[in-house]
């Protein structure tokens, strides 16, 4: 009997990955995959690892840091899981497991390999000089990562794949793009606003990169010109990002009076949150797709947002949203004023972003677009599922416009050249 093809899934965390990946397992496993994944987690996260439907193998791997020893270890501890499971097919989930399980892949002779990158992250948007060589040394580890005969990488935005384009890291036939994990729309709902003071949230992790600073200061310049709101930030420093924002300085904001910090939020809270809220801001500087703002979409809140990658995908200016360019706090805080004072068109721009995450960034579109890929690889390493696979393609419905008068020119076309 041939024995039952397996996937590999790589991640950095695997908290991380039950909470967003758990309908990618569950269609892999449809499509008749064993499931496996590989991630680093402690003792009490391997035992539990029983709920799960599938197998987990610790690996060492760190989120930050590019230790000399440490990370040989990943690609060894790769290298020795690929060649002991002998999986048909790899998928590989941010940029260290990329660039670390491409590598292994490679040199194990893995058939089929997906890479996923929901971001470029740090590397990328950092631009000191201290990064600079680090970006060179990623930027020449995928390139050579990537020579696998059989092998697509993923980005969830054409910005971030026409750069690893133009560097001559992948060609133009492994790069796709797929936006985002996709949301669930019975779970994430439109709802009324609610009564009282707008309320305009941030939530991600407290970084200076997801524009944070910027959001205070315009939060700021509101309530000193009088504009009746409250602004909220939702969530808690990521201490292992170089960008974290210290807890003492978000301590400070919040005592100023100008802004909330609610703190962490677990994922399931998330609806509520978002029910609670008028405006949903996110002026980061770079983003792969970001789940705030589909989860915004899909709940049926008006955006405002950076003309950013992986942000400006999320918004049709003056429709669903307001984008304004990247670190402009005088633009960020005239486009939440508008919106705070025009609660018709927010309302108008709500119903639009529903629509919206119903043709473009629903989980099962997601998902479908993932399985083509799969079945693709597969079909090629001839090992796997061989029927027909159809690029599935979202809806063409034309979304609601709100009316061209209700959002002035100058909003609606800030952060577009």
Known sequence: MKPQPRIVFVDNSLDGF?????????????????????????????????KDDFTVHAIPMTRKGTSMWREPATVLALLRLYRSLRPS?????????????????????????????????????????????????????????????????????PDDRAVFIRKGIVTGEQAAVIKGSGVDLSVYRPSPEPEGLPIVILASRMLWDKGVAQFVEAARILKNEGVAARFALAGEPDPDNPAAIPYEQLRVWQESGEIEWWGLQDPQNMPRVLARSHIVCLPSYREGIPRILIEAAASGRPIVTTDAPGCREVVRPGVNGIIVPSRDTSSLAGALRFLIEHPETRIAMGANNRELAVQEFSQELVISQFMYVYRDLLRTASLGPTASAQAPTGTKERLRTVPGSAVPAQLRSQGRS
């Open 89 to 157: 097919l790899v998928h590989h989930l941010r940029l260290k497991p990329v660039l670390y399980g491409s590598l292994a892949a490679k040199l194990a002779g893995v058939p089929a390999v997906v890479n996923t990158l929901t971001g470029l992250g740090f590397v990328f948007t950092d631009q000191s000089e201290k990064t600079v060589p680090l970006r060179k040394w990623v930027e020449m580890g995928c390139q050579r990562a990537f020579r696998h005969p059989n092998l697509r990488v993923i980005f969830q935005n």
């Open 18 to 50: 039950r909470r967003d990946r758990m309908q990618l397992v569950r269609a892999a496993r449809d499509l008749g995959l064993e499931i496996h994944v590989a991630a680093p987690c402690s003792r009490a996260g391997a035992d539990d690892s029983g």
